[in-house]
């Protein structure tokens, strides 16, 4: 098990900037598949990006590419997610994850791959 703990929410208008940040406890951090799920009111969690331990395997949801961008910095056990272009429908809960199954290109979108789950940080874009 891993805890992590998420930063970076907030109220920002169509258009802007917000970079989230996940910090995680423990040295196996390194080892770890990180991901980012959202999760609307009254809808579905869903995958927004995930990255392989080492970040050489990276997969975005398809209508987030090129907005979004997921990294990690294993030495300050970290994982940040970028988000450019903001739209009212980014409105979520944002939750990191954190999963020490191997990769799975198929399995990696899907919340049951992973262990460990972050409180989450609320993101609002207002129009």
């Known amino acids: 098990q891993v805890q992590l703990t998420e930063s970076g929410g907030g109220l920002v208008e169509a258009g802007d900037s917000l970079r989230l940040s996940c910090a995680a406890s423990?040295?196996?951090?390194?080892?770890?598949?990180m991901g980012w799920f959202r999760q609307a009111p009254g809808k579905q969690r869903e995958f927004v990006a995930v990255?392989?331990?080492?970040?050489?395997?990276?997969r975005y949801r398809d209508s987030l590419k090129g907005r979004f961008t997921i990294s990690r910095d294993n030495a300050k056990n970290t994982v940040a997610l970028q988000m450019d272009g903001l739209k009212p429908e980014d409105t979520a809960v944002y939750y990191c994850?954190?999963?020490?199954?191997?990769?799975?290109?198929?399995?990696?979108?899907?919340?049951?791959?992973?262990?460990?789950w972050g409180q989450g940080t609320q993101v609002t874009v207002s129009s």
């Open positions: 994850a954190a999963s020490f199954r191997t990769w799975d290109y198929a399995e990696v979108v899907m919340t049951t791959y992973y262990n460990s």
């Open positions: 423990g040295r196996t951090f390194s080892s770890t598949v």
């Open positions: 990255i392989s331990p080492r970040g050489v395997s990276i």
